[in-house]
């Protein structure tokens, strides 16, 4: 069984440009979750997908973050514009059921690096 | 305000000994505490979880200790082996989203 997907694994960019991350859940997995690491603090909580639909947006920082997430199959999650405190990496998860007991499975990250 | 907090940042543990991350956390309410074990370029794999109504689960080396009064948690990894050399995370659930802790580095000598 594949994993979760993400790409690019390293993005370099400049601050005011635009940057748009992917995540491919595990087929079937029909909650997908953004998480974000920035400068090696905490794990911290973005969005929730349930299929094509938002459940939880609650963690997006601020209205230059835009996650969509196309017939309820990949996401992409948008950064327009970046800013320098956006650096970090953020994670993709997903997980077949809707309960935290199914656990989640991370995709390996995206490392965003704003310059 | 950090909702759940976890120490050490670092550890440095002897093969064959004992590796103890702890974790406290203030909202009452999580009810699903994950410890997550990261690897240099990938992403946390849940290692071990347990519900607050348990005091103790154990999974071949791995433990986690629940302390629900003291509103507390560890995670102890006997007989360490350097591959089990890692950042640790703990978490603490609700609904269906995490909140993290700031994350172990162990490191296993051998």
């Known amino acids: 069984e594949a994993g979760v997907t993400q790409f690019p694994s390293h993005s370099v960019i400049e601050k005011g440009q635009t940057v748009t991350l992917r995540c491919d859940p595990i087929?079937?997995?029909?909650?997908l979750y953004w998480y974000r690491r920035v400068m090696g603090k905490e794990i911290k909580f973005l969005l929730h997908?349930?299929?094509?639909?938002?459940?939880?947006e609650s963690g997006m920082p601020n209205n230059r973050f835009l996650a969509e997430r196309t017939g309820g199959t990949y996401s992409t999650l948008k950064v327009q514009p970046a800013e320098l405190e956006d650096s970090g990496v953020y994670f993709c998860?997903?997980?077949?059921?809707?309960?935290?007991?199914?656990?989640?499975?991370f995709g390996s990250g995206t490392r965003l690096t704003v310059v | 305000q950090q909702q759940v907090k976890q120490s050490p940042q670092s550890l440095i543990v002897q093969k064959g000994g004992i590796s103890i991350i702890n974790c406290a956390y203030e909202n009452t309410a999580f009810d699903y505490f994950p410890w997550y074990q990261q690897f240099p370029g990938k992403g946390p794999a849940l290692l071990i979880a347990?519900?607050?109504?348990?005091s103790e689960k154990k999974e071949g080396r791995f433990t986690i200790s629940f302390n629900k009064s003291a509103k507390q948690f560890s995670l102890h990894i006997m007989d360490s082996q350097p591959g089990d050399s890692a950042t640790y995370f703990c978490a603490a659930g609700l609904h269906r989203a995490l909140t993290f802790g700031s994350g172990t580095r162990l490191q296993v000598q051998p």
């Open positions: 087929s079937g997995h029909d909650n």
């Open positions: 347990i519900r607050p109504d348990v």
């Open positions: 997908f349930v299929k094509e639909s938002k459940q939880d």
């Open positions: 998860a997903s997980s077949q059921g809707g309960g935290l007991d199914y656990g989640y499975t």
